[in-house]
């Protein structure tokens, strides 16, 4: 089995969508052959195309943009939708992190995955929606293992093209806290850029 | 005033009272995810490209208006970026708002929310995703929904006014 693990995240290095495509890789037998693909521009190259006619399963991690999927993320599924649509049997698999806490928030991104899957003919699968993503990278595997729990079921899933109910979990990590711990690392940004805390409150 | 966002380069609707209209007149940068409007130049995003602004104006209106495509039960591509180059509109930091975890404001403007988006077999399933995410989108900014309509083509839209 060929399978293209699509990171739909504008940030070229260190994103949360690429570290969670690396964990459910993870979680993914080795019998399958894994292609990595990145979406960060808003076209994808011939090349990338060519890639992504060849496998068996998407699996698509992208970041929660203002409820949904990123602006240049859509351009790229657009793209995808009138070079392939109806050509294809590709399974599809939704991640979406959202750097609020409930993972539940992601559920209209993944409506949106599944919108442009019916569009251009492909087999959606089913998605989890992940809350806590701001931090993630940071974060040791404790707090981690709701996600990796999803992912393990999400990984059988794929290797049997086996279609899963989307599903939600957060970070195991107090709500509170990690409010908390947000609006301190701000502040430590705004002073790591030369500002004051004080500045975040600007308005023009 | 009524600041309208739409992916309709030559666009002609009937618009009452004051408004603004971003529209593209050039190529669009897409957001990078580097959160410096929040935490190098708060309140405006950092890519010069002359669609930086569009938080500033958002503080200024008391209606949003998305004239556009329907994406998969999203706005288009350009919208959506414009949209997700604003997020300065709104503060970094959390509050809780309705159980749900979102974004304190930064300004104090109640903005309510219209959707005229347009194209050729709209689904079901992409006009329900549609209502649902303006509702998240108002709640995210505080604001209200006003308005979320449909239509077959651009030359539907002639009819409608703003």
């Not at chain 1, 052959?33 to 521009?41: A, G, P, S, V």
Request: include cysteine; hydrophobic fraction near 35%; glycine fraction near 8%.
């Amino acid at each position: 089995m060929r399978i293209a693990f699509i990171d739909g995240s504008p940030k070229i290095k260190q994103s949360t969508s690429g570290i969670l495509l690396e964990d459910i890789k993870s979680s993914i037998s080795q019998q399958a052959e894994c292609i990595d693909i990145t979406m960060h521009k808003q076209k994808l190259s011939d090349i990338q195309l060519e890639q992504l006619k060849s496998v068996d399963v998407f699996v698509i991690s992208c970041p929660l943009y203002v409820d949904g999927i990123p602006g240049h993320l859509l351009s790229c599924l657009g793209q995808l939708e009138e070079t392939f649509k109806n050509q294809l049997q590709i399974n599809v698999y939704g991640i979406v992190n959202c750097g609020f806490y409930e993972g539940q928030q992601a559920r209209y991104a993944l409506n949106i995955l599944e919108n442009w899957c019916i569009k251009t003919g492909l087999i959606w699968s089913g998605g989890i929606g992940i809350g806590g993503g701001g931090g993630i990278s940071q974060m040791p595997n404790g707090p981690r293992v709701p996600i990796n729990k999803a992912f393990q079921e999400m990984g059988n899933n794929i290797m049997q093209k086996q279609i899963q109910k989307n599903q939600y979990v957060s970070i195991a990590f107090p709500r509170f806290l990690y409010k908390v711990a947000a609006q301190f690392g701000w502040r430590q940004l705004m002073k790591s850029n030369g500002g004051k805390p004080k500045d975040l409150n600007k308005q023009w | 005033m009524k600041l309208i966002i739409t992916d309709i380069e030559d666009f002609h609707v009937q618009i009452d009272g004051e408004y603004k209209i971003i529209k593209p007149h050039a190529h669009i940068q897409h957001c990078i995810g580097c959160f410096g409007c929040w935490v190098k130049t708060p309140g405006k995003c950092i890519i010069r490209d002359g669609f930086e602004n569009t938080g500033i104006l958002m503080s200024q209106s008391i209606e949003m208006i998305f004239v556009s495509q329907c994406y998969y039960g999203s706005v288009s591509p350009f919208v959506k970026m414009v949209q997700d180059r604003a997020i300065s509109y709104i503060h970094p930091d959390f509050v809780i708002r309705e159980g749900e975890m979102h974004h304190k404001r930064r300004y104090q403007n109640v903005i309510t929310l219209s959707a005229y988006l347009y194209g050729d077999k709209i689904s079901d399933a992409e006009k329900e995703t549609a209502r649902s995410l303006m509702k998240a989108n108002a709640l995210n900014y505080d604001g209200k929904v006003k308005n979320v309509s449909f239509y077959n083509s651009l030359k539907e839209l002639e009819d409608i006014v703003l």
